[in-house]
């Protein structure tokens, strides 16, 4: 059975249940995988043709204990990704559209909530509630959101018997639709709340109940963020299932990967670990551009965080990135431990010329400045009649730039699209002149009921509130 270790060193020998309810290592850590399961040709070759669903169980169920055996394991995929109760709008799940002769564009924005985030986690409110269930617990999760994550997290745990959640945002600054895609879905189980205050005072409340050890435990209070494993193994999937439609797992592929907290590229990283035919990962970012100045130099130097127009990449730590580095280092705890001291200290740390031309034999970089984004917006608008969000177009802008650079003869390049366009329509608008319409399914959003709670900005009456919905 798979075991789990820290990145750190102090904490290891888990469970995949373990580490998915704890999240992060009691050292400060996050958690790998303590081998690569790897595919064989066969394998791999008899991926083509297999659904989505099956698929993520050929990933997914080498990573996982006994508390999710086979049936068990499959039924829940099913539930995620089969065709009677997905709640995916596209039967492909992850649909890939051919951009050009060697240029396609894999959308991930299929879910309920219009992002890719929904496609771990649809699975990971699954997963929990199964978990959880087993232990005969409940759990409280507990986050802040600026408006574009929340949702999905909402979304992933609307079905589950044995979570509860509480999403905090700052009443008054998230759009109307943002809002309503948390209010509007009426379970028992969903707290939405406009909290009289910024997305600073949301996050800081959180934190601040974290830190209320008492009613952590009393609580059983836990997060959902993008440092859990099962979200990277399920976003490992998506790259097999794209790789198995484009050449049956054994042509290899180059990928453009928009990035922010380095969770979606690690995920193909992972994917290559486990025998999947890679040429070229390519991060892309926008001017918060700390990655992509790494692969340029060796160096990770901290900035100020920019607001832009692709706000889900407005990141200057990625946490996942740990992840990539304690690989690179050769697994060798002390050495990453000491790059993350010096990178707490002085907000800067450098890698060896080695280890930066090994990770240049993988791995690619480039940035889209907000005006490339809109002219990218706006030329895939012109050429292919195609809306596109400044996320993905800011994979897509470097996609471009990737090609003119190798040719178009060169491996096929599936750029990733990681938001309906209608999730961020000013900009969308602002570049083609054409307001993006919300898909069918959220049509008639703007009349749905209303449900939420507001609050102060105040621990007690939080924690109150809290304890109160959840007696
Ligand atoms: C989260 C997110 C990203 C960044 O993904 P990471 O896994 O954090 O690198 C990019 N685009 C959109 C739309 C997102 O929601």
Redesign the pocket.
């Known amino acids: 059975m798979m075991t789990y270790s820290s990145t750190r060193g102090g904490d290891s020998g888990k469970t995949f249940s373990e580490i998915l309810l704890s999240g992060l290592a009691k050292d400060g850590g996050l958690f790998l995988p303590d081998e690569w399961p790897v595919f064989t040709k066969d394998q791999l070759a008899s991926m083509a043709g297999k659904s989505y669903a099956e698929i993520a169980f050929d990933v997914i169920s080498p990573y996982v204990d006994d508390h999710f055996d086979a049936p068990r394991l499959k039924a829940i995929l099913d539930k995620t990704y089969g065709a009677a109760d997905t709640r995916f709008h596209h039967k492909a799940i992850t649909p890939l559209r051919q951009l050009d002769q060697n240029l396609w564009s894999l959308e991930l924005y299929h879910g309920p909530t219009m992002?890719?985030?929904d496609v771990a986690l649809q699975l990971l409110g699954h997963l929990f509630d199964a978990a959880l269930e087993d232990k005969g617990e409940r759990v409280t999760i507990l986050g802040a959101t600026s408006g574009?994550?929340g949702s999905a997290a909402i979304e992933g745990c609307l079905a589950c018997k044995n979570v509860d959640i509480f999403i905090l945002f700052p009443d008054g600054r998230v759009s109307d639709v943002q809002r309503r895609q948390m209010t509007t879905l009426n379970a028992p189980n969903v707290h939405p709340i406009a909290l009289n205050g910024t997305f600073d005072d949301c996050q800081n409340l959180v934190k601040a109940a974290f830190n209320d050890h008492d009613f952590r435990a009393a609580q059983n209070l836990s997060a959902v963020n993008?440092i859990n494993w099962a979200r990277i193994i399920a976003q490992t999937v998506y790259y097999f299932v794209a790789s198995a439609a484009l050449g049956g797992c054994e042509r290899p592929l180059s990928f453009v990967?928009?990035?922010?907290?380095?969770?979606?590229?690690f995920a193909a990283y992972v994917a290559m670990k486990m025998g999947l035919p890679i040429e070229k990962l390519i991060v892309a970012t926008n001017s918060n551009d700390i990655l992509t100045r790494f692969f340029e130099n060796g160096a990770m130097e901290k900035g100020e965080v920019t607001p832009t127009l692709?706000p889900?990449?407005d990141?200057q730590i990625?946490s996942?990135f740990e992840r990539y580095l304690f690989e690179l280092f050769g697994r060798d705890s002390g050495v990453l431990n000491k790059a993350m001291a010096d990178f707490a200290d002085k907000g800067h740390f450098e890698v060896t010329k080695d280890q930066l031309d090994q990770a240049l034999t993988l791995f690619d970089a480039g940035r889209a400045s907000d005006a490339e984004t809109l002219e990218t917006i706006a030329r895939i608008h012109r050429e292919a009649d195609l809306l596109m969000?400044p996320?993905s177009a800011i994979g897509l802008k470097v996609a471009y730039g990737q090609r003119d650079k190798n040719g178009a003869n060169d491996v096929p390049i599936v750029s990733l699209a990681?938001?309906h366009p209608a999730?961020f329509p000013d900009a969308v608008e602002k570049a083609t002149g054409v307001h993006p319409a919300l898909p069918n399914f959220l049509a008639d959003l703007m009349g749905r009921d209303e449900h939420m709670d507001k609050l102060d900005n105040n621990l007690v009456s939080l924690q109150d509130y809290i304890k109160q919905k959840t007696s």
Do not use: E, L, R, W
């Not at 990967?257 to 590229?265: D, E, L, R, W, Y």
């Open positions: 992002a890719f985030k574009d994550t993008s990967v928009p990035t922010g907290n380095f969770g979606n590229i692709a889900s990449m990141i990625s996942n969000d996320h990681c938001a999730k």
